[in-house]
């Protein structure tokens, strides 16, 4: 079973809008990680925040983590075409290298 | 230098067929991890190897699911048996060891089972 939780499940938005995607988990966790997958493609590992982090930015990519309500937040600014993929968030207790990934969230840029 | 990679890409196997499906990690990368992905899902965690050991297989959904990793480097996935239900992708990872959180996916086998 998958302990993360992304909503919205499917998302669609114009090109230059912002996006966001929620995670929420049930565990006590070490790291959360999201990654992107392109149709037909393996992950890419896109950003990592740690259990005592609260945000963290990479370019265009912001992402929150609020352990007390055991969720998490990724917004992608000004969104492009490129941005199409599904996004997944990935939590892990630490050492034990045990991924545990949610659902997903489809996100469709329109040009 | 090269990334993760896994063959074949796609294979169809009939109901009661064995499959073996294999992954090539980064060079020198200690951890390598299989999921399986459901059409529509995120990756379910099968089975960890940390070089050859075999650390973690409490994903591996029954006993026809195995995997070696035997000169900690190449690793199979070998399904016997297959059924219906074990149709999906297969992903392999590896990084570098247990002390990073990244990790690099290949692209992954779509095992179609008739």
């Known amino acids: 079973s998958q302990q993360g939780e992304e909503d919205p499940q499917a998302l669609s938005i114009q090109e230059g809008e912002n996006a966001t995607m929620n995670c929420s988990y049930k565990t006590s966790i070490n790291n959360l990680q999201w990654y992107r997958q392109n149709s037909g493609r393996g992950l890419v590992h896109l950003i990592l925040i740690r259990s005592n982090e609260r945000e963290k930015h990479s370019g265009r990519l912001r992402v929150t983590l609020d352990t007390s309500k055991k969720s998490s937040s990724l917004l992608i600014t000004a969104s492009r075409a490129a941005d199409t993929a599904s996004y997944f968030c990935?939590?892990?207790?630490?050492?034990?290298?045990?991924?545990?990934f949610g659902p997903g969230t489809r996100l469709s840029v329109l040009p | 230098g090269a990334g993760v990679s896994q063959s074949p890409r796609y294979k169809v196997a009939k109901r009661g067929q064995d499959v073996a499906l294999r992954c090539d990690p980064i060079?020198?990368?200690?951890?390598l991890f299989w999921y399986q992905q459901a059409l529509g899902q995120g990756p379910e965690f099968l089975t960890y190897f940390q070089n050859e050991a075999q650390l973690d297989k409490s994903g591996l959904p029954s006993d026809r699911f195995f995997a070696e990793r035997p000169e900690g480097s190449v690793s199979t996935l070998k399904i016997q048996r297959t059924q219906q239900e074990d149709s999906a992708v297969y992903l392999c990872a590896s990084n570098e060891g247990p002390a990073y959180n990244e990790q690099f996916f290949g692209p992954g086998t779509r095992l179609t089972v008739l």
């Open positions: 990935a939590t892990d207790r630490g050492y034990g290298q045990n991924f545990v």
């Open positions: 060079s020198g990368h200690v951890s």
